[in-house]
């Protein structure tokens, strides 16, 4: 089941015991602009980044992307940065219900804007399309891609690296992921065991002052590290039985001698080995 799907169920199930927040910090798998608006409508703020514009030139960094265009909601048409309107507009629904609105520009208007290069590669009947979601998602959306991008807004999205923390030590010193017990009701058990369990770690940590841990680094990445930080031991030739220089070992020339494989240059004493 996708992260996204269980963010209502999660409310629910804290409205039903009177607990809902005013501001829910969840990563990006917990958020998409009909959560967004969902969450406002029981006076919850869902803090969490959205994906971001994924039109193809809004990607290339050099292109008229979907916030380069003013949507004119209540006249059902976008202008275009050049002031041109479209003019179609046309409400549908994906397979999966999603309602979504199809917008296209005039191809006449479009052949003949000078930025069409920046703006669209279409080769059908019309000019340049969007697809917008219903307004109030849509207006949702543009606003948490304009404000995830403040300083303000990250810093105080900064909080939920605590989170990210307390699941990185409950993966690392609990069996969270994994299970020994059959039936939900156990594993629910199990689970609040684990969480009063933490608790307890983390006040005893706060009580005696425990220092703050570093990254964490499993085993056979430390082992990567210590393997590159080695410098390689010299290998022998089968052929002579003696140590092999590395590319990088320096073969004694006489002074004045030029190399037969840098004839245009006179090396003073040593030259690299190719």
Known sequence: MPTWEITESVHQALATRSLLPAIHLVDSGYTSAALLVA?????????????????????????????????????????????????????????????????????????????????????????????????????????????????QWQAAYGTRAGIEGTLSQAVRVTRTRTTPYRGLHKTRLGHVLIAAGLNFRRLDAWWTETPIGSTHISRFARLGLELTARPNPPTKSFRTGYPRRNPGDRVPLRAGEASSLFPEAVFSGTRPRP
């Open 39 to 151: 969450a406002a409508g029981q006076h919850i703020e869902l803090m969490g980044p959205v994906r971001g514009d994924t039109t193809a030139q809004n990607r290339s960094g050099e292109g008229l992307g979907q916030d380069a265009f003013t949507v004119g909601w209540p006249a059902r048409t976008v202008t275009c940065p050049r002031l041109q309107r479209s003019v179609s507009w046309s409400a549908q629904r994906k397979p999966t219900g999603t309602e979504i609105i199809r917008v296209h520009f005039a191809k006449a208007d479009c052949d003949a804007c000078p930025v069409r290069a920046a703006c669209t590669s279409a080769m059908s009947k019309w000019g340049r399309n969007l697809t917008l979601l219903a307004r109030p998602q849509q207006q949702a959306l543009d606003q948490r891609r304009r404000e995830q991008d403040t300083d």
